[in-house]
T-cell receptor
Framework: GAVVSQHPSRVICKSGTSVKIECRSL??????MFWYRQFPKQSLMLMAT?????????EQGVEKDKFLINHASLTLSTLTVTSAHPEDSSFYIC???????????????FGSGTRLTVV | AQKVTQAQTEISVVEKEDVTLDCVYE???????LFWYKQPPSGELVFLIR??????QNEISGRYSWNFQKSTSSFNFTITASQVVDSAVYFC???????????FGAGTILRVKS
């Protein structure tokens, strides 16, 4: 159980275009989803936290207008990188959590990540 | 403030050697949760273990074992008889009881050579 599907796994886009990444919880309802960015050989940097039906909470330094997050249902969250530039190239990973407290049996389940390359 | 330190940036071992990955955490909370994740070259994060702060029992799962010591705020991870497939980046993470965000360490790159 507790599977999170993330698509696409790889995407190459032209500078100036927008890219949408999807994160789906397949066998549980994710009340909260998280989006991370990971630079090569570095740790995961939390970008934003989204709760179903409400606006995402962004971490300091993350541009809300650049990284649009939508969490329209309990099983789907999307991250749209708008007007992408080469510096947005990175590995993006989503995570989903079920339950309302940290005592949830599922803990945090991660997607397989999306490698974005902006050319 | 919460913080996780993985002082070992990179470790290289030869297959069949035992290896221990260190994790030291900082928190003022009395209830918290500690995690270990494996990130193979393909990129996905694989959950290995979650340990609650009120449960200091060490855990063994096959070749993996974890040593949780609250007195030293450490949650170390040992792989016994390492294999090439263990090569990955390993992350230790911390979560507060009523928190929402995992705090990750910097990760340790483990290279197991045949």
């Amino acid at each position: 159980g507790a599977v999170v599907s993330q698509h696409p796994s790889r995407v190459i886009c032209k500078s100036g275009t927008s890219v949408k990444i999807e994160c789906r919880s397949l066998d549980f309802q994710a009340t909260t989803m998280f989006w991370y960015r990971q630079f090569p050989k570095q740790s995961l940097m939390l970008m934003a936290t989204s709760n179903e039906g409400s606006k995402a909470t962004y971490e300091q330094g993350v541009e809300k207008d650049k990284f649009l997050i939508n969490h329209a249902s309990l099983t789907l969250s999307t991250l749209t990188v708008t007007s992408a530039h080469p510096e947005d190239s990175s590995f993006y990973i989503c995570s989903a959590r079920a339950g309302i407290s940290a005592r949830s049996n599922y803990g945090y389940t991660f997607g397989s990540g999306t490698r974005l390359t902006v050319v | 403030a919460q913080k996780v330190t993985q002082a070992q940036t990179e470790i290289s071992v030869v297959e069949k050697e035992d290896v221990t990955l260190d994790c030291v955490y900082e928190t003022r909370d009395t209830t918290y949760y500690l995690f270990w994740y494996k990130q193979p070259p393909s990129g996905e994060l694989v959950f290995l273990i979650r340990r609650n702060s009120f449960d200091e029992q060490n855990e063994i799962s096959g070749r993996y074992s974890w040593n949780f010591q609250k007195s030293t705020s450490s949650f170390n991870f040992t792989i016994t008889a390492s294999q090439v497939v263990d090569s990955a980046v390993y992350f230790c993470a911390l979560l507060m009881e009523y928190g929402n965000k995992l705090v990750f360490g910097a990760g340790t790159i483990l290279r197991v050579k045949s």
